[in-house]
């Protein structure tokens, strides 16, 4: 017996996805796609923060090139893309690293994996406020260990020197960022067929060549995944360096998310800040494509 | 037995490492004044102390800042959820090029710096006069949360088998009825992993509240309160601490059941 | 499906109902303030807020605090927003920004009608601009030197009277302790406005001004670049602990754990919370330094954006504020001096002798005509501290010679009046 209402019938199965689509295609449309337009045409008007209700200001490329030739900017760039690379590579370690061992067979692992990828659950603006505590200069508990173990002699001012500060947020960032990594990485662990193992086993190969030739090609994919949305958490950053430096000392952790919110909100220079939140998009996309695309080539 | 022995220990002391922070922060929250700025610090403290709760709750305004994060958590969930439901099962069920080129570009939301995005929301907001209240939070929040609403949803109802809604047809039921009646009972679970952690996202998110919400003090959210006492008194470590606790420990509790489900979720969407 | 319905319901319902609940009471006057805890001030302001409620059925204050450092910013974006408080309370050296972009009321035919006498009102003439009377100033003031008496007896040395004095008091109390207490207590953290204020402290007492009476930046002559290094040498020598607010440098002088603190009589406040057996020995005096820094330090004001009903109200509320009685209640209630002529009466002071320590202060600092907001830069205070700040530190972490860095200072401080 044929369903009673047309709706079913595969002419009327495309619209029928258009119209379930379509509300968040339209909620979408208002907040991400028409304000960006907004932001584009803001970064193309020399104005300020007080004139924003005010009649448009004429069309002017002088906040891109303000922004490629300010020492500020390319120092943002530079702070931002330290950040990417030092963050992750170590959410990669730590997440791959514990993943491989929670996948070990022993008592208690289940328990193991929840708890392992347990910082992911725990807010930024908190993670961030608990590691500049424990990173406090006059009284924090990483000092107390440091000089206990030896390594120090005096108690570090870690927050207002720029390598020791940007060490801090880099810790940070990585201990929000690796559980991530480490769920990611665990799902395709377990989704790698045990006949593969067994048949490299066969063929002689011990443990380390396993790992090299069985497991590393397998976790690719995700991976690769994992990869692109690390790279643009840590663009996108806000919330940890905010919190822990605001950017400081002497611009030293001033990524180029913390430099546009700074000459937005704090020197109130709104088209400007546009702009330089546009090329750290444009940023973020190329490299968005090229992995991915990389990534579906191999 | 031995060689489980190995990796169990080693597990226990990598977990003890990379949850220290979470242990730190309880035993900061509930240190003696004098034991928070001595030497040796306490590790295991023997004489909790909770005034520094009871300032943080009665002192300062944090339960009107919970109350706030509540109400913008809560708003943006259930737009998120409405929408989310309609389009992942778009997604999985009647997609087609312009549906899934639909799904894709909501994705693209993961580029945008929120710095960036939050700029003309705050023109646009200012033009509508909702700028500095709750609701515009809440919408801002919806571009992070709709994003993965969408696609862990669509992983969802891909599991559940298509045959329940082709009886329905048969017994002449309609798309939205066979959605409503067939396919939502029994993604409870999912649907109510996906509402919790869009509720928890909210929660946890700063970049957007701050920028919308800071010039209101009495709009403000859990994350701008806290960021707000870190940034007044740097040394009054365990009033901050007590007051992280507050906001951390009940989405730590709930992230623990919650983590299998995100895990299917999650990565069901990445290998596709 | 009940169930799934009723959550819907629910759900849709809550969305409905809080969008009204955002709505404002027409009474309800939003003032945001940085002093709603500081022991002194908020003192004043809460029981005032108190009195107005009484004296306006139906009318609330909801007073809510804005941290210091992210104050400014704030209200910029919050008038750039179109939402600015009923009642605007700004930092005197973040006011005449605001004046300039015309976010505030004229509040000169108000005056007249009302005949508020502001005739010998400290500091009132830095809120007129162009001839229109933009704000109210609430205080000015003399910087005081807080200090732990019996950390300096231990350390052997006396109250300091000068720089020499001062730094060698300092170095003896730092010395003696052994990394729990220090000399003195600096403010060296994010927080441009109150970086620019203890710079300025030390830059005054080697002679300096930021800039000249005609509004030109001096910041790179000999005096200004003694001002930086005297603040340099502080902190190279570690007699400061490093990384901390003014407010946590204040925290730890309750404390005990810092033997001589710089600021300004609303540190007052704090002693309340002093351990007893050590509130004999927090004593003030003048400030070791030739010139103190003072001021004016906050005013009061109306936003220009405002319905009539509201600005009368708001006026209501700065009428009572600046009246005799509340002005003497600001003496009694804060422990500091009210910018009104005779708000300081014969039985206060005798129960506040403090009070004449802060007198003295002030009037040497008024006597010299000193202010923290620089001739040239009244507008741009915001960017000036912001990038003297930052070029301050630069000086501290690079360990950078003092004239070199006065230069760059004076280089960018042009730069920015040339806009």
């Known amino acids: 017996m044929a369903p009673r209402w047309s709706l079913w019938r595969p002419s009327a199965r495309g619209w029928l996805g258009i119209l379930l689509m379509g509300p968040s295609a339209i909620v979408v449309a208002f907040l991400i796609v028409y304000p960006l337009a907004r932001a584009l045409d803001l970064s193309f008007q020399k104005i300020r923060i007080s004139r924003v209700g005010a009649a448009r200001l004429p ?21 931002s893309l330290a950040f990417v690379v030092l963050v992750t590579l170590f959410c990669f370690l730590i997440g791959v690293g514990s993943a491989l061992l929670v996948n070990q067979r022993f008592p208690g692992r289940r328990l193991a994996r929840l708890l392992v990828a347990l910082p992911w659950a725990v807010p930024e603006v908190v993670a961030a406020t608990i590691w500049a505590w424990m990173f406090d200069g006059s009284f924090g508990v990483i000092n107390w260990m440091l000089q206990s173990l030896g390594f120090i002699d005096a108690p570090v001012a870690w927050l207002s020197q720029p390598h020791q500060a940007f060490a801090v947020c880099t810790v940070a960032l990585v201990w929000s960022g690796y559980p991530f990594v480490a769920v990611m990485a665990l799902a395709g662990l377990q989704a790698i067929p045990g006949e593969l193992y067994e048949a490299a086993q066969m063929d002689g190969a011990h443990a ?32 940890t360096v905010f919190v822990i430096t605001g950017g400081g000392p002497v611009g030293a952790t001033r990524s180029l998310a913390i430099y546009t919110y700074e000459q937005a909100f704090s020197f109130f220079n709104i088209g400007y800040a546009a702009a330089v939140g546009m090329v750290t998009l444009l940023l973020c996309a190329l490299f968005s494509t090229l992995v991915v695309r990389r990534s579906v080539a191999a | 037995m031995r060689r489980q022995a190995l990796p169990a220990f080693a597990a226990l002391i990598v977990c003890a490492l990379l949850l220290f922070p979470i242990w730190w922060m309880l035993v900061t929250a509930v240190a003696q004044p004098d034991d928070l700025r001595g030497f040796p610090p306490v590790f295991f403290p023997t004489h909790p102390s909770f005034a520094a709760f009871h300032t943080i709750l009665f002192d300062r305004p944090m339960l009107r800042w919970i109350m706030n994060s509540s109400i913008v958590a809560g708003l943006s969930t259930a737009l998120t959820m409405v929408l989310g439901v309609l389009g992942g099962y778009a997604l999985s069920r009647y997609s087609s090029r ?15 710096p929120t710095t960036l ?28 949360t709709i994003p993965f609403a969408i696609w862990m949803l669509k992983a969802y109802f891909d599991s559940i088998p298509v045959e329940l809604e082709e009886a329905a047809a048969i017994d002449g039921s309609t798309p939205l009825g066979a959605l409503w009646r067939i396919v939502l009972p029994v993604s409870l679970p999912g649907l109510g992993a996906t509402a919790l952690y869009a509720f928890i996202l909210s929660w946890n998110e700063f970049a957007f509240s701050r920028t919308l919400l800071f010039s209101a ?3 403000w959210t859990v994350t701008i309160g806290i960021a707000s006492i870190r940034g007044e008194y740097i040394i009054a470590w365990n009033e901050i601490m007590a007051a992280s606790a507050i906001v951390a420990v009940p989405i730590i509790i709930v992230f623990l059941w919650l983590e299998r489900y995100l895990v299917v979720g999650l990565t069901a969407g990445a290998q596709k | 499906m009940s169930r799934l319905r009723n959550i819907v319901a629910a759900v849709a319902l809550g969305l409905v109902a809080a969008l009204p609940a955002q709505a404002q009471t027409p009474t309800k006057l939003r003032f945001y303030s940085w002093q709603t805890d500081d022991q002194s001030n908020s003192v004043w302001w809460l029981a005032a807020n108190k009195a107005y409620e009484a004296a306006h059925p139906g009318a609330t204050i909801d007073f809510v605090k804005i941290p210091r450092d992210s104050f400014a910013d704030t209200m910029m974006v919050m008038f750039s927003g179109n939402t600015p408080p009923d009642i605007v309370h700004l930092a005197s050296f973040e006011f005449p920004s605001f004046a300039q972009e015309e976010f505030l009321e004229d509040l000169s035919p108000y005056i007249a009608k009302d005949g508020l006498d502001l005739k010998g009102w400290a500091g009132q003439e830095k809120c007129v601009v162009k001839g229109k009377t933009y704000c109210i100033n609430l205080n000015y003031f003399g910087y005081l030197m807080f200090y732990n008496a019996a950390l300096l007896k231990s350390a052997g040395v006396e109250v300091p009277h000068n720089w020499t004095e001062y730094l060698d008091a300092a170095r003896k109390v730092t010395a003696a302790g052994g990394g729990q207490s220090f000399g003195v207590g600096l403010h060296t953290t994010a927080g441009a406005g109150q970086y620019l204020t203890e710079l300025l402290a030390m830059v005054l007492d080697a002679g300096g001004r930021w800039s000249n009476a005609a509004g030109k930046p001096t910041i790179d002559t000999p005096e200004v670049i003694e001002g930086l290094r005297r603040w340099k040498q502080l902190q190279t020598e570690k007699q400061t602990p490093l990384g901390l607010k003014a407010e946590d440098i204040r925290q730890l002088f309750v404390e005990g ?10 540190m007052w406040g704090l002693l309340a919370k002093v351990k007893p057996d050590l509130r ?30 509201r600005k009368k109200a708001v006026w209501d509320y700065i009428k009572l504020i600046t009246s005799q009685h509340w002005q003497e209640q600001y003496v009694a209630l804060s422990g500091q001096l009210a910018p009104r002529p005779n708000s300081l009466t014969p039985e206060v002071l005798a129960t506040k002798p403090f009070l004449a320590t802060f007198q003295a202060a002030q009037d040497k600092a008024a006597a010299k005509g000193i202010d923290r907001l620089p001739t040239g830069f009244e507008t741009t205070y915001n960017e000036f501290a912001k990038l003297i700040t930052e070029e301050a530190q630069r000086m501290v972490i690079d360990n950078a010679d003092p004239a070199n860095v006065a230069r760059r200072m004076q280089s960018r401080a042009l730069a920015l009046q040339r806009g």
């Open chain 1, 59 to 79: 069309f002017t490329l002088d906040n891109y090139s303000r922004a490629l030739g300010d020492d500020a900017f390319w120092n943002a760039a530079l702070v």
């Open chain 1, 208 to 239: 380390w060549q396993r790992f090299w030739h069985v497991t590393l090609p397998s976790l690719r994919p995700v991976c690769a995944i994992a990869l692109v949305l690390v790279v643009l958490r840590v663009m996108r950053d806000f919330a």
């Open chain 2, 98 to 112: 312009a549906v899934r080129a639909a799904g894709m570009s909501v994705l693209l939301a993961k580029m945008i």
């Open chain 2, 117 to 144: 995005l939050v700029i003309p929301l705050y023109v646009l907001f200012r033009e509508y006069g909702l700028l500095a209240t709750l609701t515009s939070a809440a919408l801002a929040h919806c571009t992070v």
């Open chain 2, 217 to 219: 003090p009495e709009n």
């Open chain 3, 257 to 266: 754990r810092i033997a001589m603190r710089l600021d300004g009589p609303w």
């Open chain 3, 280 to 309: 004999p020995s927090l004593l003030v005096a003048e400030t070791p330094t030739a010139t103190p820094l003072g001021g004016t330090s906050n005013v009061i004001a109306m936003p220009a954006n405002l319905s009539p009903e």
